[in-house]
Nanobody, 123 residues
């Protein structure tokens, strides 16, 4: 069982930055690909970014590529999402996820999910 706890969300003005963190329970953390997804009110959960277990592979949604950066520190059982040049359309609840079926953009590839952290970007 992997438990995930996100933090770092908040209210920020457009153009600002936030850094989300996700800390996982220690068990086998470094064997999991880690993803970030988000869900805005009235919309389906969507893929944001993923990083492979080694950190050697990353993928991003087109909407965030060049503005967001995913990284991980296996020694700290943590994954991060640095979000720059935030836009109002980035407003959503952001979820951390863990899976052992490779770095994928599909939610079905992930077995564990955090409770989410709210990000609100004002215009």
């Amino acid at each position: 069982q992997v438990q995930l706890v996100e933090s770092g969300g908040g209210l920020v003005q457009a153009g600002g930055s936030l850094r989300l963190s996700c800390v996982a329970s220690p068990r086998t953390f470094k064997t999991y690909a880690m993803g970030w997804f988000r869900q805005a009110p009235g919309k389906e959960r969507e893929f944001v970014a993923v990083i492979s277990w080694s950190g050697g592979t990353t993928y991003y949604a087109d909407s965030v590529r060049g503005r967001f950066t995913i990284s991980r520190d296996n020694a700290k059982n943590a994954v991060y999402l640095q979000m720059n040049t935030l836009k109002p359309e980035d407003t959503a609840v952001y979820y951390c996820s863990a899976g052992q079926r490779g770095a994928s953009s599909g939610p079905a590839f992930y077995d564990y999910w955090g409770q989410g952290t709210q990000v609100t970007v004002s215009s």
